[in-house]
Structures are given as structure tokens and as C-alpha cells.
């Protein structure tokens, strides 16, 4: 099992940009895809963003163009640079990580064993 516990979430103004991190302690060698998920009130739990070891990443189209996912080397940081931030875009967003490659699994949650506790991103118009 890999731990992990995001930062940076705050309130910001449309428009605005934040960076939230994770970190990741544990197991992380057996740490395949990595991924940010964020859920609204009410509603389902969906990806933005994922990363491969070999730095492949996949965004949904909701923040494609506006949202960043990168890692460092040791892959024991995940960060989400977000900019462009809409209303829409708030939400607590997870850290999650996974033991399967990112292109072998859905954008679902279910191939996800490892979650943080989620950090809050409010953007007000």
C-alpha cells in the first residue's frame, strides 16, 4: 500500500492558477499509473489527469490545455498545475495511484488502490 497526502488546495478567483502536490511513501515501487481525481458535491469521483512511469499522461477534456500533471524522478511526488480555473473546477481533489499502467485502465476508480485524504479547491466567479 502506498500513502500518500495532498497539499494546496485554497479558494482562488476564476481565472486564477493553484498547484497541488502529493506525497507518496510506502510501497511506491510497485506504484504504476498515478492519478488526480476530483469530486464534487454530489457527484461521481472523475479522473483529470494521470501519469505513467515513462511520463505519459493523460488529461480529460474538461482540463485538457489547463491542467498539468507532472512527477518528480523518484516518482514520490505528484504535483497538478491548474490554471485557467473555472467554477466548475471546484471540488476535493484525490491523489490516487495504481498498480496497473495507465493505458491498460479506465478512467474509473476502480483500478485505483491507494487514495489521499483529498485537499479542497474552490474557485469563485
Known amino acids: 500500500q502506498v500513502h500518500l497526502v495532498e497539499s494546496g488546495g485554497a479558494s482562488v478567483q476564476a481565472g486564477g492558477s493553484l498547484k497541488l502536490s502529493c506525497a507518496a511513501s510506502?510501497?511506491?515501487?510497485?506504484?504504476?499509473?498515478m492519478a488526480w481525481f476530483r469530486q464534487a458535491p454530489g457527484k461521481q469521483r472523475d479522473r483529470v489527469a494521470a501519469?505513467?512511469?515513462?511520463?505519459?499522461?493523460i488529461y480529460s477534456d474538461s482540463v485538457n490545455g489547463r491542467f498539468t500533471i507532472s512527477q518528480d524522478n523518484t516518482r514520490t511526488s505528484l504535483y497538478l498545475q491548474m490554471a485557467s480555473l473555472k467554477p466548475e473546477d471546484t471540488a476535493t481533489y484525490y491523489c490516487a495511484s495504481s498498480l496497473y499502467d495507465c493505458a491498460t485502465i479506465s478512467a474509473t476508480t476502480i483500478k485505483y488502490n491507494s487514495w489521499g485524504q483529498g485537499t479542497q479547491v474552490t474557485v469563485s466567479s
Open positions: 510506502g510501497h511506491t515501487s510497485k506504484r504504476g499509473c
Open positions: 501519469i505513467d512511469h515513462d511520463n505519459i499522461t
